[in-house]
């Protein structure tokens, strides 16, 4: 362990220097789709100008007298200046993006993991394991100057599982990896008066003010198929609501209605990252059932925000009646579920020179685990700090922990129906980025342990962000899954792996 440690925080030194000046930029954990932030609003509308002169140049060069024959001049320039007009209208009221994606990874550990309790040997996921290629779409179309809509998708497909068939990949795991089409933001938005606005759809709502640990931000479950590979910010799942938004001085008020049962996309049972028959000591087969709560008016969710934006800081304050982010198995059915807790918590940034400090704090209410019969209470807490005072440079350490009320001994123990979990429970982040050439280059290390002294496990990873040119990016890192005293890191302590993929975007 110490070895490792040794070489995580090794990592993260390399990629700062010792005398070079701070930044003076701080990103707004607000900032996305808010529509108070004017400059957000005219870059997501921009192009829908009725004045744009330069698209309809170059008429004053025509001869009515030899191409419009019979045309007056001023019919010509108002022929020409209504067909202008209708042409940009009819070009700019739509608005295409999107990208291509190839994502490859090479497992460098040999391990394999039973595809079924009758399984001899187990599928070998060294080598070779993601041929993937995938797409995403968006489309922006604007209804007027206050309303627009957005829908947007992603779908791919993985060669790896046709390449190796003859592997006997269990059907979850084909569902889970193969292929996919799923749809994401998807949302109506607009302004109903000068300080109300309301978006209608899928969508994300980032809650807290941590960058790698979920604290408050309980509102859209992630995909977690493939833990440690990815950030928070990329593995959120869009919900459908109605959101409303009410501006007042220096704050922002949201209330928002859930009406989508949603849950985590989980890593497939008895697949690479979730290999059942070494997790829990009778494991049955098929492994228990997975259920998604119906979308239902008993089902539906609700919360609410308070964000104040003030100068040199920002403070937030949460109250939210939610599905849970992890599931419990009811033994009344003999199936894994997912229930509702309640929440109330709090966000805070203060800006300080160089320095961005940062905590969360969270009390939950009716979380539920598989060894005991009553719900309990939980209360997470989170400091944080990240560093700015090196240029080109951002370090970032955050620590949190997530403390049991009436906690009882057996949620510990490998008995009956484990849950692995103690009454206090230490999660600790660091990260370091630094920006290389102009932004063209971007190099981050990242470890995440769990455990006050890291007896847990947890996982590193390093990886670099390169601008191959306008509009290409590709990317390229390692990561080590570290094992540690519970049986979820000793499970997928040799899924270490190298990965790559190139994007196009248009």
């Given at each position: 362990?110490?070895?490792?440690?040794?070489?995580?925080?090794?990592?993260?030194?390399?990629?700062?220097?010792?005398?070079?000046?701070?930044?003076?930029?701080?990103?707004?954990?607000?900032?996305?789709?808010?529509?108070?932030?004017?400059?957000e609003?005219?870059?997501?509308?921009?192009?829908?100008?009725?004045?744009?002169?330069?698209?309809?140049?170059?008429?004053d060069?025509?001869?009515?007298?030899?191409?419009?024959?019979?045309?007056?001049?001023?019919?010509v320039?108002?022929?020409?200046?209504q067909?202008?007009?209708?042409?940009?209208?009819?070009?700019?009221?739509?608005?295409?993006?999107?990208?291509?994606?190839?994502?490859?990874?090479?497992?460098?550990?040999?391990h394999?993991?039973?595809?079924?309790?009758?399984?001899?040997t187990?599928?070998?996921?060294?080598?070779?394991?993601?041929a993937?290629?995938?797409?995403?779409?968006?489309?922006?179309?604007?209804?007027?100057?206050?309303?627009?809509?957005?829908?947007?998708?992603?779908?791919?497909?993985?060669?790896?599982?046709?390449?190796?068939?003859?592997?006997?990949?269990?059907?979850?795991?084909?569902?889970a990896?193969?292929?996919?089409?799923?749809?994401?933001?998807?949302?109506?938005?607009?302004?109903?008066?000068?300080?109300?606005?309301?978006?209608v759809?899928?969508?994300?709502?980032v809650?807290?003010?941590?960058?790698?640990?979920?604290?408050t931000?309980?509102?859209?479950?992630?995909?977690?198929?493939?833990?440690?590979?990815?950030?928070?910010?990329?593995?959120?799942?869009?919900?459908?609501?109605?959101?409303?938004?009410?501006?007042?001085?220096?704050?922002?008020?949201?209330?928002?209605?859930?009406?989508?049962?949603?849950?985590?996309?989980?890593?497939?049972p008895?697949?690479?990252?979730?290999?059942?028959d070494?997790?829990?000591?009778?494991?049955?087969?098929?492994f228990?059932?997975?259920?998604?709560?119906?979308?239902?008016?008993?089902?539906?969710?609700?919360?609410?925000?308070?964000?104040?934006?003030?100068?040199?800081?920002?403070?937030?304050?949460?109250?939210?009646?939610v599905?849970?982010?992890?599931?419990?198995i009811?033994?009344?059915?003999?199936k894994?579920?997912?229930?509702?807790?309640?929440?109330?918590?709090?966000?805070?940034?203060?800006?300080?020179?160089?320095?961005?400090?940062?905590?969360?704090?969270?009390?939950?209410?009716?979380?539920?685990?598989?060894?005991?019969t009553?719900?309990?209470?939980?209360?997470?807490?989170?400091?944080?700090?990240?560093y700015?005072?090196?240029?080109?440079?951002?370090?970032?350490?955050e620590?949190?922990?997530?403390?049991?009320?009436?906690?009882?001994?057996?949620?510990?123990?490998?008995?009956?129906?484990?849950?692995?979990?103690?009454?206090?429970?230490?999660?600790?982040?660091?990260?370091?980025?630094?920006?290389?050439?102009?932004?063209?280059?971007?190099?981050?290390?990242?470890?995440s342990?769990?455990?006050?002294?890291?007896?847990?496990?947890?996982f590193?990873?390093?990886?670099?962000?390169?601008?191959?040119?306008?509009?290409?990016?590709?990317?390229?890192?390692?990561?080590?899954?570290?094992?540690?005293?519970?049986?979820?890191?000793?499970?997928?302590?040799?899924?270490?792996?190298?990965?790559?993929?190139?994007?196009?975007?248009?």
């Open positions: 362990m110490s070895k490792k440690l040794l070489l995580s925080l090794t990592l993260l030194s390399l990629l700062a220097t010792d005398n070079l000046t701070a930044n003076d930029v701080i990103e707004d954990d607000l900032s996305g789709f808010d529509m108070g932030d004017d400059s609003e005219n870059g997501d509308l921009e192009g829908f100008g009725d004045d744009d002169t330069n698209e309809i140049g170059g008429f060069d025509l001869d009515s007298s030899d191409e419009l024959d019979g045309f007056s001049d001023n019919e320039s108002d022929i020409a200046l067909e202008a007009s209708t042409q940009s209208t009819e070009e700019s009221i739509f608005s295409l993006s999107g990208n291509i994606a190839f994502k490859t990874s090479v497992g460098y550990r040999e394999q993991v039973k595809a079924s309790p009758t399984d001899a187990g599928i070998e996921y060294s080598g070779i394991n993601q993937q290629i995938s797409t995403y779409l968006q489309l922006d179309t604007k209804l007027s100057d206050d309303w627009k809509i957005r829908i947007s998708g992603d779908a791919y497909y993985d060669a790896i599982y046709d390449i190796n068939s003859n592997n006997n990949y269990n059907q979850d795991t084909l569902d990896y193969k292929t996919q089409l799923r749809l994401d933001d998807t949302y109506v938005q607009g302004r109903i008066t000068r300080d109300i606005d309301l978006k759809g899928r969508q994300i709502v809650w807290g003010k941590s960058d790698s640990i979920r604290i931000d309980v509102i859209n479950p992630i995909d977690n198929r493939v833990p440690g590979m990815t950030d928070i910010e990329d593995l959120r799942l869009s919900v459908g609501m109605a959101k409303l938004d009410y501006y007042i001085g220096s704050w922002n008020l949201s209330a928002m209605a859930i009406v989508e049962s949603r849950i985590l996309l989980e890593a497939a008895r697949g690479e990252f979730f290999p059942v070494n997790i829990f000591p009778t494991a049955p087969n098929p228990i059932e997975l259920v998604t709560p119906d979308s239902s008016v008993e089902n539906m969710q609700y919360a609410f925000a308070a964000n104040g934006v003030f100068s040199g800081w920002d403070l937030s304050f949460y109250a939210a009646d599905l849970d982010q992890k599931w419990h009811d033994t009344t059915v003999q894994r579920v997912v229930t509702k807790v309640q929440m109330l918590g709090s966000a805070i940034n203060i800006a300080a020179g160089s320095w961005l400090l940062k905590s969360e704090i969270a009390h939950l209410n009716g979380v539920k685990y598989n060894s005991t009553d719900a309990k209470s939980r209360l997470d807490a989170l400091v944080g700090v990240d700015m005072g090196i240029k080109d440079t951002v370090l970032s350490l620590i949190a922990n997530r403390h049991i009320f009436d906690y009882e001994a057996q949620m510990s123990q490998l008995i009956g129906l484990p849950d692995y979990v103690h009454e206090d429970e230490l999660q600790t982040a660091m990260r370091a980025t630094r920006s290389f050439v102009n932004d063209t280059i971007n190099a981050t290390a990242l470890v342990m769990f455990g006050h002294n890291w007896q847990y496990g947890g590193a990873r390093v990886w670099v962000e390169y601008e191959v040119m306008n509009a290409v990016n590709a990317n390229f890192g390692i990561v080590d899954y570290i094992d540690g005293d519970k049986p979820f890191t000793k499970a997928i302590k040799d899924n270490d792996r190298v990965f790559a993929d190139i994007t196009y975007s248009f």
